[in-house]
């Protein structure tokens, strides 16, 4: 376990160190320049010099680099050129709204796929129509889903809200910056409910890719696994194919949707961007979105670090939870 703890820490350090070079050289050939993004166009040479050198911008970009880096691993990522607040604390406020959207679109996921590999594998009435529908589903973009969503469930129906996290006037100011978390803990189902409203076009939105490529591993694991010789000697005891398969083969096939699961939740934090986007959903997606048209270097780049991280951190913890459900995975 300490080497491939080590291991994992390592290959983070030098994800984060690359994707930190990428960024410095995109800056550096972009046509964007922060300072008059900040100042306007007609900011005069002398002001435009001075504000330069206050954001060390007129270093080499070496040691631009190099400074950036020292002052992250000191937690120090930088003040945002359009928020004039340390990125740290933007980054704060802004990450729980993202990750109550993506435990809510990953809980979806995993529903539907279990749902979609069960019902194939099975031949349960209505199978077909729902591989259909998710398949359909699969294939649109994120935008396109979250675009019929609103015109179907919101304008149409009326049934959803379109956008934003929460209708609620007074929320509580709980300590995790989950709405149903900070409402459950207020004691507040009404906020609760209201933040369950709001999540369930923009998770479903997030979820449907991932739900069809999770679906197609483990139902395909399982038809495998259903013709081996331990399952036919289950069946030859007595047991009907759905007690082998819920008794011994789902546990054998655990291991390969969990792989494919962490590769969907990391695609999953980026189409988080695209998705909050069209749902107004105040995340990082946002903060990334409108740092964007002013060059806000700095915050971009804190978020890129932070999907990184995130990426890196989610792949480790399913190969562990691959190691535990099957012993001949060795981490």
């Known amino acids: 376990m300490p080497a491939f703890v080590l291991k994992r820490l390592s290959a983070m350090v030098l994800i984060l160190v690359v994707l930190t070079g990428v960024m410095f050289v995109l800056q550096s050939v972009s046509s964007l320049d922060p300072v008059h993004a900040q100042l306007g166009a007609q900011a005069s040479a002398d002001a435009v010099a001075a504000r330069r050198h206050e954001l060390g911008l007129d270093l080499p970009l070496t040691t631009q680099f190099w400074n950036y880096l020292v002052a992250v691993v000191q937690g120090d990522f930088g003040t945002s050129f359009r928020t004039r607040r340390p990125v740290g604390t933007d980054l ?23 749902l979609l590999a069960f019902s194939t594998t099975l031949r349960w009435r209505g199978a077909e129509v729902l591989r259909v529908v998710l398949f359909t589903g699969a294939a649109a973009p994120m935008f396109l889903l979250g675009i019929v969503g609103i015109i179907v469930f919101y304008q149409q129906l009326g049934w959803l809200p379109a956008t934003g996290r929460s209708s609620v006037a007074d929320l509580p100011d709980g300590p995790t ?22 999540l369930v076009l923009p998770a479903t939105a997030l979820a449907l890719g991932p739900a069809v490529a999770i679906g197609r591993v483990l139902r395909s694991s399982l038809l495998t696994d259903l013709e ?74 804190g978020v890129t670090l932070l999907l990184g991280a995130v990426y890196v951190v989610i792949n480790a913890v399913v190969d562990l939870l691959q190691a535990a459900a099957d012993p001949r995975i060795k981490v």
């Open 92 to 114: 704060l406020s802004f990450v729980p709204a993202t990750l109550e959207l993506a435990l809510a679109g990953i809980t979806i996921a995993l529903l539907l796929a279990m």
């Open 177 to 198: 910056g989950l709405l149903t978390v900070d409402g459950l803990l207020a004691g507040r189902l009404d906020v609760v409910a209201d933040a369950l409203q709001h």
């Open 228 to 301: 081996s010789d331990y399952a036919r000697t289950g069946r030859a005891k007595g047991l009907s194919s759905r007690g082998v398969l819920f008794k011994h083969v789902l546990r054998n096939c655990v291991g390969s949707s969990l792989a494919m699961t962490g590769l969907q939740l990391g695609l999953m934090f980026s189409g988080v961007l695209v998705v909050e986007q069209v749902f107004a959903w105040p995340g990082i997606g946002q903060y990334v979105a409108q740092s964007i048209p002013v060059a806000d270097f700095p915050a971009i780049a």
